[in-house]
């Protein structure tokens, strides 16, 4: 069975560092892309990135370049999605979710985490 | 602004039939048949629900189908329950974008 693991919810000061994390199981970790999503409170999804564990190749939406930096362990099948200096507009849930599609360009998502609520306040 | 329109909120009585509409452009819905739809219940992992405008992945109800005409996609839920209520978004491959787009949500409720 394919899970997705999400670390639980934090709670910053803007300016800090975070690191939140996303552990895959029931599939080849290095096969498949895995993707981030925001959801900010009240708004849509929105694609921020995504990473092939298997290369490390990385893609980064315009709106997140720079701002987040994505990766993974490939050791330990896990992905993770870092800042490191918040603000408060950064409050919001965040996804990790397996993506899939075309060789090369994923679109779509079959298997989703539960998401990891940030919430940045001073 | 989403990439892709729906409407903010759709609502049906248990057994009816309801369908949502995404609407995109020449990009996206109306090049590709890679729509994708998601149901969103709150506390749960998203669950995809329609891939490819069309395909239902294994364990999905039977009573959510997808179709798409020009440059507008649909999802229908036939025979509602009580346990589609949940928040619904569509995405598609967009040739203007580095991965899919999403829709901005519709807001399911069963009276």
């Known amino acids: 069975e394919v899970q997705l693991v999400q670390s639980g919810a934090e709670v910053k000061k803007p300016g800090e560092s975070l690191r939140i994390s996303c552990e895959a199981s029931?599939?080849?970790?290095?096969?498949?892309?895995v993707g981030w999503v925001r959801q900010m409170p009240g708004k849509g999804l929105e694609w921020m990135g995504i990473?092939?564990?298997?290369?490390?190749?990385?893609r980064y939406s315009p709106s997140f370049q720079g701002q987040v930096t994505i990766s993974a362990d490939k050791s330990i099948s896990s992905a993770y999605l870092q800042w490191s200096s918040l603000k408060a507009s950064d409050t919001a849930m965040y996804y990790c979710?397996?993506?899939?599609?075309?060789?090369?360009?994923?679109?779509?998502?079959?298997?989703w985490g539960r998401g990891t609520l940030v919430t940045v306040s001073s | 602004q989403s990439a892709l329109t729906q409407p903010a909120s759709v609502s049906g009585s248990p057994g009816q039939s309801i369908t949502i509409s995404c609407t995109g452009t020449s990009s996206d819905v109306g090049r590709y048949n890679y729509v994708s739809w998601y149901q969103l219940h709150p506390g749960k992992a998203p669950k995809l629900m329609i891939y490819d405008v069309t395909n239902r992945p294994s364990g999905v109800s039977n009573r959510f189908s997808g179709s798409k005409s020009g440059n507008t996609a649909s999802l229908t839920i036939s025979g509602l329950q009580a346990e589609d209520e949940a928040d619904y978004y569509c995405s598609s491959y967009s040739s203007s974008s580095t991965f899919g787009v999403f829709g901005g949500g519709t807001k399911l409720t069963v009276l």
């Open positions: 979710a397996r993506a899939v599609g075309m060789i090369g360009a994923p679109y779509y998502f079959d298997y």
């Open positions: 029931g599939y080849r970790f290095t096969s498949y892309w």
């Open positions: 990473i092939y564990p298997g290369d490390s190749d990385t």
